[in-house]
């Protein structure tokens, strides 16, 4: 019987530079040996764990889960999983767009604690319209993909999050 590919795309705030993949196909097929899975991002090039000299990362049938640190900061990618037999032909494909912001969301929890020291913060005008702004970039690069299926404009708001976050003395 056929497989009916599927996967499940997750970060966590404790690693924000990881990305978790879960293989939820149906189905069996005994033909497959591995998946290749490849990052790709709006601009055509592949996010891989650093000494990986391949555009694809390789994921051990065995092991429906598989985490990997290759973002170095948030993207909007293309996750393309070809399953494949012991020759490396592929089987079966699937592809989704995903927005991986999980460090810009770490920075939201780190302004609100900075706002639970300093309450009164939130009277300064500037302070609350880059705050609205910033959070404004990361949910539109969100709904982008979600919504959209653009993976390019996602990366663009994505950048101009991290570049307050990154100038965090003059935005907040």
Known sequence: MPIVPAIVVSQSGLTPTSATVEDTST??????????????TNQGT??????????????AYANSSQTWNLLPTDHAVNIIVNWVDVNGATLYTLNGLYCLRQNLKNFV??????????PSILQDPIYAANLSTFWAYVEYANSMVEWGAD????QNLLDKATYMMQKEAIFF
């Open 27 to 40: 189905g069996s097929d005994v033909a497959i040996a591995a998946r290749h899975i490849y990052f790709q």
């Open 46 to 59: 592949y996010l891989v764990v650093t000494g990986t000299t391949t555009d694809y990362e390789v994921w």
């Open 109 to 118: 929890v780190y302004l609100g604690q900075l706002q639970a020291i300093t």
């Open 151 to 154: 993976i390019s404009n996602s």
